[in-house]
């Protein structure tokens, strides 16, 4: 029936596609990260991909590496007729490349060839892209730069968060990998090669990468602040203690970096290198989410203290 799938996936983003694809293709085995500590008390922790195959019954598979002698005799007996990928977190070497007959379809979130790599979610609103969507290719032995399936497109809206965006492009994700597969079997669609000298590439998200830099222009700041959010955040530094920056929006007026100019309604207006940031939610270190003017009136200021 050429319908035999392993599926290889971690976190929420692959969840849809997992269950998408339970609904028309045999999903043969699911292949996931190993349980990791997690939380405080260090407990071992699924991804979100193998609680949601334990739920269908699937045969899930966990492996140091899946290069290993031990993972590729193991996958190679599930007989695929593809591999699918969906952020799994490992490249994959040629010998697991070679084992599906109609090979290894991989789920980008992204518009490919732009933003390759590991954060292209993150990136997209950081660099005020104001469309971008999901990608299916066939795999090769670099970092997404198989040849192209099948693409939709999505827009990035003023609102979007990183967290917002992750989950419209995991729905339509879902929806692409199923297109992909069936159009594959019936001879509808063929792999085009990417335009190398148009790829971009993101690297992989640290905490650091949210701390927010006064300096730069309120325009750049207000897409750090979306794009940081819900992971790592977007962070300044209040007195001697980290501030979490949820939510802010684009201000109107002009201010010297970093210091608060006032309180205007329900922001904290702070200024920066070109223009002004609105801040509306934030957390202090070890405390709940309030509102920015909350925080602020918790604390002695005036006009003119300096966030760093």
Not at 55 to 70: A, C, K, N
Not at 110 to 125: D, F
Not at 130 to 138: A, E, P, Q, R, S
Not at 292 to 302: I, K, N, Q, S
Request: glycine fraction near 10%; charge should be neutral.
């Amino acid at each position: 029936m050429n319908d035999r799938v392993i599926f290889m996936g971690s976190p929420a983003f692959a969840v849809p596609s997992l269950r998408s694809l339970t609904k028309e293709f045999r999903v043969v085995g699911v292949v996931t990260q190993k349980d990791k500590p997690k939380g405080r008390g260090r407990g071992l922790a699924s991804t979100p991909v193998k609680r949601e195959a334990q739920q269908f019954g699937l045969s899930v598979l966990e492996f140091d590496r899946i290069s290993s002698p031990e993972a590729i005799d193991g996958l190679a007996l599930m007989q695929p007729d593809f591999i699918v990928v969906a952020a799994f977190g490992q490249i994959l070497p040629p010998a697991v490349l070679a084992l599906p007959q109609f090979g290894c379809v991989n789920l980008h979130a992204s518009l490919l060839p732009r933003h390759r790599g590991p954060s292209p979610i993150s990136e997209a609103i950081l660099c005020g892209d104001t469309i971008t969507g999901v990608t299916t290719m066939l795999m090769d032995q670099g970092i997404d730069t198989g040849d192209i399936l099948l693409a939709k497109t999505i827009a990035i809206e003023s609102h979007d968060t990183a967290g917002s965006l992750h989950d419209k492009l995991a729905s339509e994700g879902a929806l692409l990998i199923t297109d992909t597969l069936r159009g594959i079997l019936e001879g509808t669609i063929g792999p085009s090669p990417q335009d190398n000298f148009a790829a971009t590439c993101t690297k992989l998200l640290r905490k650091s990468d949210g701390r927010i830099d006064w300096n730069r222009e309120a325009i750049y700041l207000s897409r750090l602040v979306r794009a940081m959010n819900p992971w790592p955040s977007a962070f300044c530094i209040y007195g001697t203690g980290a501030l979490k920056v949820l939510t802010a929006r684009l201000g109107t007026e002009q201010g010297a970096p970093g210091r608060i100019e006032r309180i205007d309604g329900d922001a904290v207006v702070v200024g920066t290198g070109q223009g002004t940031l609105d801040l509306l939610s934030v957390q202090p270190a070890g405390k709940s989410a309030m509102s920015a003017v909350e925080f602020l009136r918790g604390r002695r200021w005036a006009p003119g203290f300096q966030f760093s």
